[in-house]
């Protein structure tokens, strides 16, 4: 079994064959969250996942890339929460690498960004629900309002930092605030080898962020039952420094690559299943 922490299916990207794609999905064992990034996709996903009993669940939040063309109304989004299909607030957090379609300047758009982000951080609190989280290029800013969320008001926050891209000394922060990771098709563009070899399994989530990063040998639009390759290149890395650290004491010693494979798979739907509270 895999779970894609991180699907988009209700994006536009699949107005067409929306169904088909689940079915396929649930078919080959393998389950998915779709995020919302602005409100009408927070409702979508929520209304897709209302017709499947399991396998399909939803996110809602604001994308911090949509806070100069929509505002964060706290009771609407707060109605689509009390869904018991909505598992997690999210998307939110910081992007700084984005540029607005507006006149807005970068350091008013950061600064709205941080507003969204607080009040989704205390919808979270008050439904009690982890939270996704998106950055780009803001790490620092992230992990400050954490820290001093966590000593100011005693929170204890859940939640998961999805398509990390960070360095391990960032990834290391979260991991012991209590967070886990989450890695797509980007670990097929860029090198996380360190991060994914020294972060625990226990701490680790995969997902796809489809239509997006689509990992090779697949091309064109993403889906979540393509999360089975990003799970099979954590089991390779995870696999060459177990065969590293162990063929030291024991030149004789093999690791199948499949066990591996079956471990990450199995492991990391376990977590998503504790940390979202699947049922």
């Known amino acids: 079994m895999l779970i894609d922490t991180h699907a988009h299916l209700n994006f536009s990207a699949y107005k067409n064959d929306v169904n088909e794609v689940i079915k396929r999905t649930l078919d080959n064992d393998v389950w998915m969250i779709n995020v919302g990034s602005q409100y009408s996709t927070s409702r979508r996903a929520v209304e897709i996942a209302g017709k499947y009993e399991r396998g399909v669940y939803a996110a809602v939040g604001l994308h911090p890339i949509h806070v100069c063309e929509e505002e964060f109304y706290y009771e609407e989004y707060k109605e689509l929460a009390k869904s018991p299909k909505v598992v997690a607030i999210g998307e939110i957090g910081f992007d700084y690498w984005y540029r607005p379609k507006t006149n807005v300047r970068l350091e008013q758009f950061k600064q709205r960004q941080k507003e969204a982000f607080e009040k989704q951080l205390e919808l979270a609190e008050e439904l009690n629900l982890p939270i996704i989280f998106h950055c780009r290029v803001a790490h620092e800013d992230l992990i400050n309002i954490l820290n001093t969320r966590y000593s100011i008001q005693n929170t204890k926050l859940k939640g998961v930092i999805h398509c ?86 024991s030149p004789s010693f093999s690791l199948r690559e499949n066990s591996v494979f079956e471990e990450i798979s199995e492991i990391t739907a376990e977590n998503a299943k504790k940390l979202f509270n699947l049922i």
């Open 164 to 249: 990390f891209t960070g360095t391990w000394e960032e990834a290391k922060k979260y991991l012991d605030m209590g967070f886990h990771l989450g890695f797509n098709g980007i670990v097929f563009k860029l090198d996380l080898d360190e991060v994914i070899e020294k972060t625990p399994l226990e701490q680790m989530v995969v997902e796809t962020d489809c239509p997006y990063l689509t990992p090779p040998p697949m091309a064109g639009r993403n889906e979540p039952l393509y999360v089975k390759y990003v799970a099979e290149k954590i089991a390779k890395i995870k696999n060459i420094r177990a065969k590293r650290t162990l063929f030291s004491s």
